[in-house]
């Protein structure tokens, strides 16, 4: 792509009329799926159209992005709308936005090995506080592309979704989002997780032979501050964690924590190889 020129492909959201042709709508479900639980709001689905275009490799690191009058235009959507799904994306460090130039596709961040991370319900039962569980949604949804390329499954294929906050004496202290692959919990829907945790339930099944964790610091979206009850300005830490069991990836996780309320600590041995300093 020369330098200064966007592309924009974001075709077939149409926010005033809320119709798309066939091809579009086809598009669109496979990128971006459905959610049992009601509409995705349109910034939420320019977001995830925008990401995956991204991961698919349609815009590299350091291509500008269509602005926001071009995206408005070939959305049907409004320029707020646009600037909002983008201002989302920019403080969780996928885009950075240069003022009076445009949006950018932002440079990977640099990643270096870090600590196990444990289960939250675990964490505030060891510290002698309450444990409160509050189940926002529990549904079966359809694979964005992004999540489905890293499962090894065909977008638009069924996924269980639950998207849970943990509270700590009454404070909300953790937002888990989690997708599952319904062949390896077909009965995960049907739990109860105001009582039990997701992890222990799946750790029941079967217990992981490997998982990443990435983490970095992030504002929350206006949705997610809500639910930590927090204004959306505070700094959050964001972990995601993408688990396995025998080579096959099960769950894909974004854990949300408010940085007022939590931290991480970390005690490891710096003997032989470890001992750098």
């Known amino acids: 792509m020369p330098p200064g020129s966007t592309r924009c492909v974001l075709s077939g959201w149409s926010e005033r009329t809320g119709e798309t042709d066939d091809s579009a709508r086809d598009q669109m479900q496979r990128r971006v799926g459905s959610r049992a639980a009601g509409p995705v709001p349109l910034y939420e689905r320019i977001k995830h159209h925008v990401l995956d275009s991204i991961e698919q490799g349609t815009f590299k690191a350091g291509d500008k992005l269509p602005s926001e009058n071009e995206l408005a235009a070939e959305l049907g959507a409004s320029r707020l709308t646009v600037h909002r799904a983008l201002?989302?994306?920019?403080?969780?460090?996928?885009?950075q936005r240069v003022h009076g130039v445009g949006s950018f596709v932002a440079e990977p961040r640099a990643a270096a090995t870090l600590i196990r991370i444990h289960n939250i319900a675990d964490e505030i039962r060891e510290r002698g506080q309450s444990l409160e569980i509050r189940v926002i949604e529990l549904a079966r949804v359809s694979a964005p592309a992004s999540v489905a390329r890293e499962m090894g499954?065909?977008?638009?294929?069924?996924?269980?979704?639950?998207?849970?906050?943990?509270?700590?004496?009454?404070?909300?202290v953790q937002i888990e989002d989690r997708a599952v692959l319904p062949s390896f919990a077909p009965d995960f829907l049907h739990q109860d997780f105001a009582r039990g945790s997701t992890t222990d339930y799946l750790q029941a099944i079967a217990q992981p032979t490997e998982?990443?964790?990435?983490?970095?610091?992030?504002?929350?979206?206006?949705?997610?501050?809500a639910l930590l009850d927090i204004p959306p300005s505070d700094p959050c830490l964001l972990i995601r964690r993408t688990t396995w069991v025998q080579g096959v990836v099960t769950t894909i996780t974004r854990f949300l924590h408010p940085s007022s309320r939590y931290s991480i600590v970390s005690r490891v041995s710096l003997t032989g190889d470890d001992n750098r300093g």
Do not use: K, Q
């Open 153 to 172: 499954i065909t977008p638009g294929e069924p996924l269980f979704r639950s998207l849970i906050v943990y509270c700590a004496d009454a404070s909300p």
């Open 211 to 225: 998982a990443s964790n990435e983490m970095r610091a992030v504002l929350p979206s206006e949705a997610e501050a």
């Open 87 to 95: 201002r989302e994306l920019t403080t969780s460090g996928v885009v």
